[in-house]
């Protein structure tokens, strides 16, 4: 087991995939995606219950390098202050296998 | 004005049961339609006008007066986001008036069919061109209200902002995208066509309106409670400007001399505020106005206000001018 | 007892896809319906049901024996809690004591359809005033398992439960509240409000039940092995009850002299247990009761007693008793 | 061959639709099916499909040449897996080749209907064992497929892999099992059941064909774009294989003295290759053959050759042979 | 980027309004909710397949400052009690934006 | 509150029973299940939309005993090397109820 960078972030269902291509293009190549996520933060309750389907949230876990984390962390950080969103990061062992 | 006709409105099954899901939610009830179900019923739903407009405009001919009243239902949407705009940037950061004002620029599909059934329970005729008009209003208050927040302000508009992406936000948005592609394939297969998908889109239409409005009284009343905290002004702007610009619907139909029917869809159109395609629209390109304003004005307030009270009174006063000239 | 009944009862669409349901689950086939699919079948028959009740009793006059027969409903529904509570308290603590009382005391109305079904299938009449009666069954033994509880065990009841809450989880509660709410909109809207639904909610009804139906066999096959675990005296209990209930219904509707269709829904109502409305009430103000005793007890086993064995037995009795009378 | 064949096919709302969403994808629209939607659109085609041919052949009397065709396509489905392996194993890995090879040996149940409507549209007649023919092929390709995997390289298959393991996969699967189910169940009950569900699963049939192919022309797309990066080798054998298993269909419809009708649906099974039943049966069974090399040939291939080219192909030759000799 | 807690609390569905409600009432303003999670536990599968709604989980996932994390967890605490569940709590680091 | 090892797996939508059957047999009791989840990595994007199901991920977090960790990740590696997916483990506190 090697260690590793756990980075998860909540961001608006539409503005997914925008952020799904910055961290590709920082070179991250894995990532899961948990959709139909509900929330509230500074922008209010978002129930994810609407028809245009503007009020859920998309969880993005990604584990990336230690060394590659502050680089992924600058490609969010822009989309997060226009979109709202938040942002964590952790330590955590990766299964090599 | 004629009360009996409110009370007919209110009391069909559609406007009941989005009556039964706000009385749910403001009980506490723990009634709740599951998203992706949500999200289906209204795919479902622009799939069948789509397919049924389709339909209706290949039966149609092509006349003049029709192409006026189409392009005079582009041009009101185009236009009216630009009062709008100015109106709500008295008291809104830019970035929120352009999306609202794109909002009420566009239609509501679901409100549209509402007054399609109210016409047909009172066996008043219409024209099939109607629907396409309804397609086309999308667009142009989309691009208006694009254009707006990027003149007024330039960082309100996402980066990746081109003319290209302009067209993309306002064609291939995946409500209009649907709605325009049904109504072609509809065109284009004709009798036919509506032959084989009838019995899935036509006979059951009314029954799942019913559910969706269901789920659309449940969201409406909860969008109601959150509009609530930001000031009463916006709710009075969602009912002043249906009822502003639904007479203005009325008045463009009296000078092209359209029927009545007609004219309380072209009212109906024009008065409505967008709740699917321009808020999914607007939240891609206009990421800085607040998605808690502008959806439950459309939502929450227009509305319900456009189903219940509107129709019938847009009506009432259709008949009231028809007759005296 | 005629083994013709059960076997065409057997024969069924509906029977056999819970059937196939059922074997799905025992052969591990990964054979699965969306959670959220489910539910929304679920909301569509209490929708559909409701409004079909909801017309047949803008069809029929309120009689005095109309009356009794749901004063008589809601009493058992009140009535059949308190025994079972005694009964099942010998056992068990007083919080799942109580819940399963619950749940006995309540409807299945799936199983209502069932026999529903069965009736239409041989041509027996019923009368329009029984789904009424099914709606009135669900909240008296909500009501009366939560006093039970509370009684017995103070800190076996939530904390937040006040009278307006009990009042609250038995008529809010999203099933209960869907139906009842159909109920009243197919009421208001008569024969205008039921021919524009009719084509959503009548026609593929049928066929809809197939489907819930094959993923209630994949549910209640789970629930039977899980049940297994506990012990067969709750399994001899579900039996029992939904027997000697149904004998009760039956008894009842011979005291009213009501017709042999009649008694049959009496006997369904009153043999059945609620997997929907009760248990999710139960979750919310009992949830120091065990929910994997009370829900594979009315699902996994008296669910498929009754539409499988019970309803052509209820009935070959009622066809006995009716003859020598 | 007759152009206008392919422009009437293509001119369908089923294949528009299919289009529709393939220029979604291509135009990067957002348009999305939730999934569990599609899942459901799924399990509905199945259901629908086995439930009607169920009826069919409870009407249908069993001569000798209906059980030749049977068997005859359940030796085909065995069969090209084993020729298909061999030529795929030249430039691919053994688990890769036994899938792909496993995927061509069975069917595709919505080029079958997309074939029946086909011929619904032309008025041409063809036999009710047809669906049998269908449900009858999806199993012996996964077993060929297996053993073959097995065969060739032990360390393929999963490890629990037995002969009782074997019969499940290819029997409890899923898609197969609801299909087989639906198809007992209708030929149990036959015109009473098929009365009763037909309002579900007939008229809306073509409806709910629509609204699924809209969304397989939207993974068919994106699936086409993966594939590209593999190299083109696999795109030709994606339409290669289409054809020359469809002439060989046609060849063995000639030689059994078929109609028209059933050859055209013959050719289409044997030219089909499955995206629901095998790819879910390979997945668990073959797990180190790459899902998206079978997955995509068929899906983005395969499929949208055989609906919008394949078909009138296939009938402008048989109209050909048939009329020649 | 700040060090917050991270605190996830997997709970019955049926309950997770009332889990919701106690944390707002401890100030807590922001928080992500997972729905139709299944699991297994001290009281059996739960397989979030009945027609009742009532044999599935939530899983909500909270930021909070270190701070406020105690309350949080004795917010909680008597909700666990009664409905079973689980509650994790891990050290993160916040992305301010 | 306990420490307490936080397993998150990444696995085919496919496969999970077999994960699950894995991690019971050493005896895990207690796991949560998170369905329908997409995401990319090694074998390609996963955005499950196919109507087979196949090309769906779920993921399955674990709370476990430190000493009880190592087998479980011994259980899991096999399955990891033959379908993919990824394992995370990481610290965390159990809230004891
Ligand atoms: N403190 C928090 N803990 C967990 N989730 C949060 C928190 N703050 C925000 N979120 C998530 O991020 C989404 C957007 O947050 P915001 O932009 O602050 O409204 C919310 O809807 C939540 O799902
Ligand atoms: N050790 C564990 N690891 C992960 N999830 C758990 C664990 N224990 C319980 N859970 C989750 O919490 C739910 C309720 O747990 P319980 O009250 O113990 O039955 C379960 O259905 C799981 O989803
Ligand atoms: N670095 C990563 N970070 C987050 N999730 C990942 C990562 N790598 C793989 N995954 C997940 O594991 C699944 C299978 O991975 P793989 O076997 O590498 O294709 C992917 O579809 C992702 O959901
Ligand atoms: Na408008
Ligand atoms: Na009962
Ligand atoms: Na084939």
């Not at chain 2, 707006?148 to 508009?157: E, I, Q, V, Y």
Request: with cysteine; hydrophobic share 50%.
């Amino acid at each position: 087991m090697t260690p590793i960078k756990r980075m998860e972030i909540v961001i608006d269902a539409t503005h997914t995939p925008d952020l799904i291509d910055a961290i590709r293009a920082q070179g991250v190549a894995g990532y899961t995606v948990f959709r139909d996520v509900q929330g509230a933060g500074d922008r209010g309750v978002r129930r994810n219950d609407d028809p245009a389907g503007i009020s859920g949230n998309c969880c993005v876990l990604i584990a990336c390098e230690p060394g590659e984390m502050m680089k992924v962390v600058e490609a969010v950080r822009p989309l997060l202050e226009t979109h709202g969103g938040m942002c964590l990061v952790s330590d955590a062992q990766w299964l090599k296998h | 004005m004629n009360p009996q006709l409110i009370l007919d409105n209110v009391l069909s099954p559609p406007i009941l049961f989005f009556m039964l899901g706000a009385m749910a939610t403001l009980l506490r009830s723990d009634l709740e339609i599951p998203a992706s179900i949500a999200r289906f019923l209204s795919l479902y739903l622009l799939f069948a006008i789509g397919l049924h407009g389709g339909h209706e405009l290949s039966h149609s001919t092509l006349t003049s007066q029709t192409v006026l009243v189409l392009l005079v239902a582009m041009g009101t949407s185009a236009i009216i986001p630009l009062w709008s705009f100015f109106i709500l940037k008295i008291r809104l950061p830019v970035a929120d008036a352009a999306a609202i004002a794109a909002t009420y620029g566009s239609v509501s599909a679901v409100t549209f069919i509402t007054a399609v059934s109210f016409l047909n329970a009172m066996d008043i005729s219409f024209g099939g061109h109607m629907v396409a008009a309804m397609a086309l209003m999308e667009s142009p208050a989309i691009v208006v209200g694009i254009l707006l927040a990027r003149t007024f302000d330039k960082r309100s508009t996402s980066d990746r902002l081109s003319l290209k992406e302009l067209g993309r936000e306002s064609v291939l948005n995946s409500a209009v995208f649907l709605l325009l592609g049904s109504l072609v394939i509809g065109l284009l297969t004709g009798d036919d066509g509506w032959d084989t998908v009838k019995p899935f889109v036509h006979a059951p239409f009314k029954g799942v309106l019913c559910l969706f409005l269901l789920d659309m009284g449940l969201i409406a009343a909860k969008r109601l409670r959150d509009l609530r905290s930001t000031g009463v002004t916006l709710i009075v702007f969602a009912i002043v400007a249906a009822v502003v610009h639904a007479m203005l619907g009325i008045g463009v139909a009296r000078l092209l001399g359209t029927s009545p029917g007609d004219a309380l869809l072209l009212a109906v159109l024009v008065g409505s505020a967008s709740y699917i395609a321009v808020p999914a629209a607007m939240r891609l390109s206009i990421p800085q106005a607040n998605p808690s304003l502008y959806l439950p004005m459309s939502l929450g307030v227009t509305f319900p206000f456009n189903i219940i009270v509107g129709i019938p009174l847009y009506y009432a006063i259709i008949q009231a001018v028809w007759k005296t000239t």
